[in-house]
C-alpha cells in the first residue's frame, strides 16, 4: 500500500506557506535551557498584567463555563459600538485581531486576486493572504535614512492597486518596525485607492500611539465606505492570554465578514474581560504613561551601548545591532531574557524589545551590556 503523502493534497496556497513564529514561551525557555525567573520582552504584552476590573469580570463567570457563549457577543459589541460611535452592526468579533484578518482573507481573497502591503509589515498579512492562494503584493519599505525608517511607502503601495487587488494591509503603527502613518498622509491614501479595494488599517497599539499623533481611522468610516479598522485587546489591555479582538467597518462588511466568522469564536470570559477592560480607563491610561517612561528608559541606555532604535508609535523598539541579532539573542536566552529576532522579516540585525517596567528594563540593559561584551 502506498505511503500517505497529504502535503501532495494540501491546496496551493497551504502546502507553501511558513508557520507564524510566535515569541518563545516562558515554560519552553525553562524546559529547553534549564534557566528560572525568566524575563519575557518578545511580544509587545503590557508589563503592568490585567486590569482589575477585567480580572474581576472574567472571574464571575466561571461558574457558568458549562455553557455556550454569547455567539452575537451582544454585550462587547455594543460598548465597542458605543466607544467607536457606530452601530453594532459594524463590529465584527475574533478570536484576537489574527483572527479577524484572516476573515478579511477568507472573505475578499482568492486564486487571481491580491493583497498589497508592505515589505516589513506583520507576517499575519502574507500567511493569510496566500493561504487564499491570491498573490501577496508586497511594496518595498522605505529606506533606512526617512523619516519613518523602513515605513510604509504609501505612494509605491497606492500604486501596486491594480484590478486585482481586493485587500490593502495597513499597519498604523506597524509591528515590527514602530513606524506609523499621519492623519494627512493616510487620509490621501484613503482617497487614492479604488473604492472596491478593501483598505485595512490595522490599529493594534493604537492606546499607545495616540501622543504621537496617530490618527483613528474609525472616524472615517462614513467617508470611507471600503475602510475596515481592525483593534485587539491583547496589548495595552493586558488580555493576550484570552486572545479577543475586531474590527469596525461599513454594516455590509461586518455582514459579509459574520457570514465566514466561526460560531462561538469569543468565549465567555474574553468576552466578559473586553467588555470590563474597555470601560477602565485609569488602566490604559496608567499603561500609557509607563510605557512613555520605559521606552525613554530603553532607549537611553541602548544608545549608550552604540545600538541604535528607530522612533516608535508601540509599546517595542525595533533595535538595530549592527552585528549578527542571533548570536546576541542565542546568549540573552542563556541568561533568561526572551526578546524577539526578526530575521524573519529580514532583518537579521535587529532584534525586536518589548518595553518593560522600569526593573525589567534594567535587567534587560544588564543583560544586554553583557552579551555585547562577551560576543
Known amino acids: 500500500m502506498n505511503a500517505c503523502d497529504p502535503a501532495s493534497h494540501a491546496v496551493a496556497g497551504v502546502s507553501g506557506l511558513k508557520p507564524y ?11 529547553e535551557y534549564g534557566v528560572s525567573d525568566v524575563l519575557k520582552l518578545a511580544s509587545n504584552e503590557n508589563p503592568l498584567g490585567v486590569s ?3 480580572r474581576a469580570a472574567m472571574a464571575g463567570q466561571l461558574d457558568d463555563l458549562w455553557l455556550y457563549p454569547d455567539g452575537g457577543g451582544f454585550d462587547l459589541r455594543r460598548a465597542l459600538a458605543a466607544r467607536h460611535g457606530v452601530e453594532p452592526a459594524c463590529i465584527t468579533l475574533g478570536n484576537g485581531s489574527n483572527d479577524v484578518l484572516v476573515l478579511l482573507a477568507e472573505t475578499f481573497l482568492a486564486p487571481g486576486r491580491s493583497a498589497v502591503f508592505s515589505q516589513y509589515a506583520f507576517a499575519v498579512y502574507p500567511i493569510a493572504t496566500h493561504a487564499t492562494g491570491a498573490e501577496a503584493r508586497i511594496v518595498p519599505a522605505l ?29 498604523n503603527p506597524n509591528n515590527p518596525t514602530g513606524t506609523w502613518v499621519g492623519a494627512d498622509a493616510l487620509r490621501r491614501f484613503l482617497a487614492d485607492v479604488p473604492a472596491d479595494v478593501v483598505v485595512v488599517v490595522d490599529e493594534a497599539y493604537f492606546e499607545y500611539a495616540q501622543a504621537m499623533g496617530v490618527p483613528d481611522a474609525s472616524a472615517w468610516l462614513g467617508e470611507f465606505p471600503n475602510l475596515v479598522v481592525s483593534r485587539t485587546f491583547s496589548k495595552a489591555y493586558g488580555l493576550a492570554g484570552i486572545r479577543v479582538g475586531y474590527t469596525v467597518s461599513s454594516p455590509a462588511i461586518a455582514d459579509l465578514l459574520n457570514r465566514v466568522r466561526q460560531p462561538f469564536n469569543v468565549n465567555s470570559l474574553a468576552l466578559a474581560g473586553a467588555e470590563a477592560a474597555l470601560g477602565d480607563t485609569a488602566f490604559i491610561d496608567r499603561a500609557v504613561r509607563e510605557n512613555a517612561a520605559g521606552m525613554a528608559q530603553l532607549r ?3 544608545l549608550a551601548l552604540g545600538a541604535s532604535a528607530a522612533p516608535s508609535a508601540g509599546n517595542f523598539l525595533l533595535v538595530d545591532l549592527g552585528r549578527d541579532a542571533a548570536t546576541v539573542n542565542e546568549a540573552l536566552l542563556r541568561l533568561g531574557v526572551i526578546v524577539r529576532p526578526v530575521a524573519n522579516y529580514g532583518l537579521p540585525g535587529h532584534l525586536r524589545i518589548t518595553v518593560g517596567t522600569a526593573p525589567q528594563n534594567d535587567r534587560l540593559l544588564a543583560a544586554l551590556t553583557q552579551v555585547l561584551e562577551t560576543t
Open 143 to 171: 529606506s533606512q535614512d526617512a523619516r519613518q525608517p523602513l515605513g510604509h511607502d504609501l505612494d509605491a503601495m497606492a500604486a501596486a492597486v491594480d484590478d486585482d487587488t481586493r485587500l490593502v494591509f495597513v499597519a
Open 21 to 31: 513564529e510566535p515569541g518563545k514561551p516562558i515554560s519552553e525557555l525553562e524546559r
Open 300 to 302: 537611553k541606555g541602548l
Open 52 to 54: 482589575p476590573a477585567a
